[in-house]
């Protein structure tokens, strides 16, 4: 845009001083023609011993001749008394010396010649003159300040281009970096601060005003996270009692047996809000500053570990299992993180299989693919819509195929947490005619 402006007032400015100087030229020029031709008037009238021959002479030799010029002078009756020797051509008319003694000069342009005509009278006679001539070294300095002028625009025009830009980039610099961290800021990640070195330039006021306002959203994210964290581990005291002893009532002999039917619903219902409880309470401990670590661990052993914690509660359901050879495996299976969310993340992707699987049995796959280790999940059951899968890893949500299952959806949730956690991502598609195929992608 600045560029743009100076290209067009710059545009401006050369065209005025190209249209300024151009008038200049020929109110110079005439003003030299009008001098030149009462000059000779004077002389023819004034000075008795000049006559034709010697004014021819004198104008031949005058230092302000002008170059082809011709002048011609006329007296009251419009008879021609003089006429320079020059070759020139003066188009004149009656007409022409009636409108010099009305309105007496006039300034025209006859081809690549310029007329200057002037009415002189005297207490005698009226004389009138005609004078033309080219001012070929007016002209060639008005080209020369053409092409001056043009060259110039086309120069500065492109500094001012190549400068603008550059100078922009590099004010504009410390915005890229300000939008880059903004646009990687995540609820892990809450703590990003933008750097500002002082108050007095525009950039630095507004990351200051961000990094206030951050820190009001982090203090107010903080203590959301407290608060859930403290109201599920409040909430499972008393949930561990009541199942406690509804258990202890169904495992008594003396209740009845439809006393223990309707324990048993209870408590399966006690279980279920139990384990909501525990995924709101894990949802509300998962923080990066809380859970960095550098421990290596191998993804396989973190998936078998949670291949048999699975078999436990559900010892019907069958896992296929499957590693591709390559030669970079050992080294893509060691993953940098926490091993126990690890294994919560692949338990609950494992479970969601299991729970959701019409044939008892799933794929589990692992691989690499440029140097990313990628488990896949699949298993055969009803599939998810386009609209479902736009929001999978939202809170709460269950899509069609989880009616008569139970659950709250938010275990895909967890999974999303702790995998971004670990610089890592899980994403859903479908195969083929009822398969599901998760797969964890780890960078």
């Not at 999940?377 to 599939?383: A, F, H, Q």
Request: proline share 1%; charged share 25%; hydrophobic share 40%.
């Amino acid at each position: 845009m600045v560029s743009l402006l100076f290209t067009i007032l710059f545009g401006l400015a050369s065209t005025v001083i190209f249209v300024l100087y151009s008038n200049f030229r020929k109110e110079e020029f005439r003003d030299r023609l009008e001098i030149k031709a009462l000059s000779n008037i004077k002389l023819l009238v004034n000075v008795k011993e000049v006559d034709d021959q010697l004014l021819k002479i004198i104008d031949q030799n005058s230092i302000n001749k002008l170059y082809d010029e011709k002048t011609l002078v006329f007296d009251s009756h419009f008879k021609l008394i003089y006429s320079s020797i020059d070759d020139a051509k003066i188009n004149w008319s009656v007409e022409d010396l009636k409108y010099l003694k009305k309105h007496k000069t006039f300034f025209k342009q006859q081809g690549d010649y310029e007329v200057y005509g002037v009415f002189y009278d005297t207490k005698d006679k009226d004389f009138y003159a005609l004078i033309s001539a080219t001012d070929d070294y007016g002209k060639r300095k008005l080209l020369f300040l053409r092409y001056t002028l043009v060259i110039s625009y086309i120069f500065f025009t492109c500094i001012c281009w190549v400068l603008t830009s550059f100078m922009i980039k590099k004010a504009m610099n410390p915005l890229s970096v300000f939008h880059q961290k903004i646009k990687n800021i995540n609820e892990n990640n809450l703590d990003t601060r933008v750097e500002s070195k002082s108050n007095k330039n525009e950039i630095d006021l507004i990351a200051n005003e961000f990094n206030f306002m951050m820190d009001r959203i982090e203090i107010s994210y903080q203590k959301q996270k407290e608060f859930t964290a403290n109201a599920s581990h409040e909430l499972r005291t008393p949930l561990s009692r009541i199942t406690s002893q509804i258990e202890n009532v169904v495992t008594d002999p003396s209740t009845s047996e439809k006393g223990k039917s309707f324990l048993k619903v209870i408590l399966s219902d006690v279980n279920q809000l139990t384990e909501l409880i525990n995924s709101l309470l894990i949802l509300s401990k998962i923080d990066s500053k809380n859970h960095e670590n550098s421990e290596v661990h191998r993804m396989d052993e973190i998936l078998f570990s949670a291949i048999e914690n699975l078999n436990k509660s559900f010892p019907d359901f069958v896992i296929l299992f499957e590693m591709e050879e390559s030669e970079n495996l050992d080294s893509a299976l060691e993953i940098k993180g926490n091993k126990n969310l690890l294994e919560i993340a692949l338990s609950n992707v494992l479970k969601n299989a299991c729970v959701y699987s019409d044939n008892k049995q799933a794929k589990v796959k692992i691989g690499t693919q440029s140097d990313h280790l990628i488990i896949s999940i699949s298993n055969s059951g009803n599939t998810l819509t386009d609209e479902e899968q736009q929001n999978l890893f939202q809170p709460f949500m269950r899509g069609k195929n989880a009616k008569g299952t139970s659950g709250f959806g938010l275990g895909l949730r967890i999974v999303q947490r702790i995998l971004s956690l670990h610089n890592a991502n899980i994403r859903y598609n479908v195969t083929a005619d009822k398969e599901n195929l998760f797969e964890l992608i780890f960078h």
